[in-house]
């Protein structure tokens, strides 16, 4: 096979040529339908992003497929990380190099994937932690023949949720939904709602750093056929009390950034809007709505179908990856397997600091606040009380 060549080049050097092949790709490759591959969301997030560009693959005169990324020093993660729920090498089936030819052709330190699609080893091994994502598919019978099988099937939840909207319009008034908003004064509330919540869990505030603001911000803006942001919101009287901010494209629809009123939990409005959301997308033509990864409760009653992706954590051989086991190592000897329970999490959550902090400082400070957190929780979860 020729030798696999690779041009890293700014996104906005990208000609029509280069765009159509792009397109093409898509086309042809339904793992990749999805709206974060679409190079829409490329062209906007590479004008927001710091340190944005496209790695450009191909094999003699041909192009094979393209990379779009961010650096964060010796680092490289998917372009927009670590907002993008779904990366991967945009290529015809068959014809993107794996995840580590692709890390060993761009040199860089270590390149920290979370949600890969495609290929992790040019063998056919797979490398790294199987993750999956969950999704609602409708049938001919649209969304009354989804809600008709979910009752039928888990009919305590939704049950429970019929009664929950009934409670919240008694107590608050009649309910009302609306899709397609793009004030950006309800996703200031939105995004302070998020950070809210962060600072309550101890999570690391992703949208302190402010670029990863601005990309939600512009993608609102953002008008193509086929492809668009926007949120839904659900009032109660005159209350707001939840909102979601999505992506879309074709008949795919991404819920993105959810949030609701804390005090009004009890009443599930988040829940409540997702599916009065879809309920209003269907008509409009989207027959996927995609949830994003699994853990949440509530998704296992929605949700009828599954995509598996891969996280994984490349690392050029040499001290990094020496470091990184004896780290782990160390942990476990402390006891009760620390290192190998924790390892996921501590992962996802650096490369969460990585991604939106763009200074060394910054990124330090930021994984001090983690490892404080992190302790805090190892102690509470070890923390057992002795009888007198």
């Known amino acids: 096979m020729t030798g696999l060549r690779v041009d890293i080049i700014g996104v906005d050097t990208l000609g029509e040529s280069e765009w159509g092949d792009w397109r093409a790709m898509l086309g042809a490759n339904p793992a990749l339908d999805s709206p974060y591959f679409r190079p829409e969301f490329t062209q906007v997030a590479a004008r927001i992003s710091p340190n944005a560009a496209v790695a450009v693959f191909s094999r003699g005169d041909r192009i094979v497929g393209f ?18 729920d779904y990366h991967g090498i945009v290529a015809r089936p068959g014809e993107a190099p794996s995840l580590e030819e692709a890390a060993h052709a761009l040199g ?6 979370t949600a890969w699609v495609g290929a992790t080893c040019p063998d056919g091994r797979e490398i790294g932690e199987p993750r999956r994502t969950v999704q609602v ?24 949720k019929e009664r929950a909207r009934r409670s919240m319009e ?6 009302r939904v609306e899709r397609g908003l793009r004030d ?3 996703l200031a509330w939105l995004i302070e709602l998020k950070r809210s919540q962060y600072r309550r869990t101890g999570r690391h505030d992703i949208f302190a750093c402010g670029w990863t603001a601005d990309l939600l911000h512009a993608l609102l803006k953002t008008e193509h056929e086929g492809f668009g942001a926007s949120m839904a919101g659900l009032w109660a009287g005159d209350r707001l009390a939840a909102l979601e901010y999505s992506l879309h494209a074709g008949d795919q629809y991404h819920f993105w950034f959810p949030g609701y009123e804390p005090s009004l939990s009890r009443c599930s409005p988040g829940i409540l809007l997702s599916m009065d959301t879809m309920r209003l997308a269907s008509e409009r033509g989207y027959r996927t709505f995609d949830f994003g990864f699994e853990g949440e409760h509530y998704k296992k009653y ?10 994984v954590l490349v690392l050029r051989p040499g001290l990094g990856a020496a470091v990184s086991q004896a780290a782990v190592g160390a942990l476990n000897l402390a006891g009760q397997d620390r290192g190998e329970r924790l390892r996921a999490s501590i992962r996802r959550r650096w490369a969460a600091i ?10 330090l400070r930021g994984a001090a606040q983690a490892a404080g957190a992190a302790l805090a929780r190892m102690r509470r979860t070890t923390t057992r009380t002795v009888p007198a």
């Open 184 to 186: 950006p004064a309800l």
């Open 137 to 160: 598919r409708l049938g001919e019978d649209g969304y009354d023949g989804w809600y008709a099988e979910r009752r039928s099937s888990q009919g305590k939840f939704f049950k429970d």
């Open 108 to 113: 860089a330190a270590r390149l920290n994937v």
């Open 354 to 363: 990585e991604a939106c902090e763009t200074t060394s400082a910054d990124r």
């Open 302 to 311: 929605f949700c009828n179908a599954s995509r598996t992706v891969r996280e």
């Open 67 to 84: 990379f779009p990324h961010q650096r964060r020093g010796g680092a490289l993660q998917p372009l927009a990380a670590p907002m993008n």
């Open 170 to 175: 008694a107590e608050l008034g009649p309910l």
